[in-house]
């Protein structure tokens, strides 16, 4: 009987944490929704409330205008109004539920790994971060952060070896996430990559690696059987990187999983466009300016019957780009334009004082672009306390493996790629949302590394991790607090697209 307190505290520790979150989450984006953004046109509002009303009945997410993937436009057909302000409200009110059960369910989940500090750090961190104020637009971001998220989750699960059960839900993950977004690609050439560079590392160590994910018996320190003896070490071969019979199974599904979610979307595009899939920012990204270039160009060939009239050597390629540019405009393209979304990401409102950090006194004279002042420093703060656990608990870490490779690989690959591809993309799209795809994973990645980390680091490590989390918690309250208060004066935040 004395165990039950502590028991109920264990079991039910994540309710407060869960209201007080999504308390904070809803009574910001009830303000925001009401004073800010309030142009259906604007930031492609106006096409997805468009592509909505056409998808209503369709079985499928199929419609696409050539820019904007179906799936967001799909699930939002179901808040269709005639009223086109009321509709408009409706869709931001969707996102923002769908938000609410997001963070939800990934509380539920943590919660068996992280404990209450970290815990609430997270889910205010996604919250504040990046999804109250992408969560009331009508844009199909929220949806896509959250498969983004999931997608990545399960990569990495691949990479360390999962078993054949994960694929076809990588699958299905995958081809939504697609639906959602395009940008969804080159995150499928960072795992092909990845793979890549484990089959490589692993004929770089001498052990192969265990498929299962199950413990040698050698490493079994409490168990009572006799130890075996230890085979002779050797390189690994082809049989030991190779997937087993489960995991090509598995696969397949994943795979037939995909292409039957997204078949409807291609068969609309070859009919309206002419090719499956087509998107015209593929082409937009060679050009050197939306207003000028992008949208004229999209104007002139809307569909099948003009984009067909098009020459080969005229559509807008990597060739057609270096045709009417140096190398040395586009590495200054490739630089500024990288420079710009890393800085946006960290930092997107920079002129805003240190002190920000923890209290704005501007409050309600100027328009807030950000819940968070500086968001960056959460995320920095957070990546020194990861490092310096690892570094306190070297000894104690598994040795370097193939899979350790690999996994590096693909989260630099990812982070640095979409900065890349971002960075390029910016003199035709510029905003938050697009960076803002790796800002929950980035967190995530942290706040899970160093949990995990903590156990491992020895003396001190529990007071640097908890003292860390305190302060990171501290000025979450305090921001949100501020956020609150311009609320109450009448204040709103300016949103950017």
């Not at 004082?353 to 006194?361: E, H, L, T, V």
């Not at 002042?373 to 020194?384: D, F, K």
């Not at 905003?431 to 803002?436: K, L, N």
Request: with cysteine.
């Amino acid at each position: 009987m004395t165990d039950l307190p502590k028991n109920l505290l264990s079991r039910f520790w994540l309710i407060p944490v869960l209201a007080l979150v999504c308390g904070i989450h809803l009574v910001s984006a009830a303000f925001t929704i009401s004073r800010s953004n309030q142009d259906p046109v604007a930031s492609d509002q106006g096409a997805e409330m468009w592509l909505a009303s056409l998808a209503r009945g369709n079985a499928f997410p199929q419609i696409t205008d050539g820019v904007r993937h179906p799936l967001f436009s799909w699930l939002a057909q179901k808040t269709f109004s005639e009223d086109q302000d009321v509709f408009f409200k409706r869709g931001k009110w969707f996102n923002t539920a769908l938000v609410i059960g997001f963070l939800c369910v990934l509380g539920i989940t943590v919660r068996r790994w992280l404990d209450p500090l970290a815990t609430t750090n997270l889910l205010l961190l996604c919250s504040l971060g990046i999804l109250l104020v992408r969560g009331t637009y009508f844009q199909p971001e929220p949806v896509f952060y959250i498969l983004f998220f999931c997608w990545l989750v399960m990569a990495w699960e691949i990479l360390t070896g999962a078993t054949w059960k994960i694929y076809p839900l990588f699958g299905i993950t995958c081809g939504l996430a697609f639906l959602a977004k395009p940008s969804l690609l080159p995150l499928l050439a960072a795992l092909a990559f990845a793979i890549g560079v484990k089959i490589l590392a692993t004929f770089c160590f001498n052990k192969p690696p265990v498929r299962d994910g199950s413990v040698p018996k050698k490493l079994r320190r409490f168990s009572s059987e006799k130890p075996e003896p230890l085979p002779p070490p050797k390189r690994a071969g082809l049989s030991d990187i190779l997937p087993d019979s489960s995991q090509i199974a598995g696969a397949l599904l994943g795979i037939l999983a995909f292409a039957a979610l997204i078949a409807p979307l291609g068969f609309f595009g070859q009919k309206y466009f002419g090719k499956p899939f087509f998107n015209y920012p593929q082409y937009w990204m060679w050009m050197d300016d939306f207003k000028t270039e992008a949208w004229p160009w999209q104007d002139k060939y809307p569909g099948r019957a003009q984009l067909e009239k098009i020459p080969p050597g005229e559509l807008p390629s990597f060739t057609w780009y270096f045709e009417r540019h140096t190398p040395a405009e586009a590495v200054t393209r490739l630089t500024q334009g990288t420079t710009q979304v890393l800085t946006k990401f960290f930092f997107p409102e920079s002129k805003r004082p240190a002190s920000a950090f923890f209290w704005r006194n501007d409050q309600p004279k100027k328009p807030w672009e950000q819940p968070l002042a500086h968001r960056g420093i959460y995320l920095i703060t957070l990546t020194l306390l990861c490092g310096a656990l690892a570094l306190m608990a070297r000894k104690s870490l598994t040795p370097l493996s193939a899979t350790h490779v690999a996994i590096a690989a693909f989260l630099l690959t990812c982070f640095f790629g979409y900065a890349k591809l971002y960075g390029w993309y910016w003199p035709i799209g510029r905003g938050d949302r697009f960076m803002g795809s790796l800002w929950i994973p980035a967190v995530f990645l942290m706040i899970v590394g160093s949990a995990y980390l903590r156990p491992l680091a020895g003396k001190f490590s529990n007071r640097l991790y908890y003292s860390t989390h305190a302060l990171v918690l501290v000025s979450l309250l305090l921001q949100a607090a501020s956020l609150l208060n311009l609320f109450l004066q009448g204040g709103s935040l300016l949103t950017r697209n």
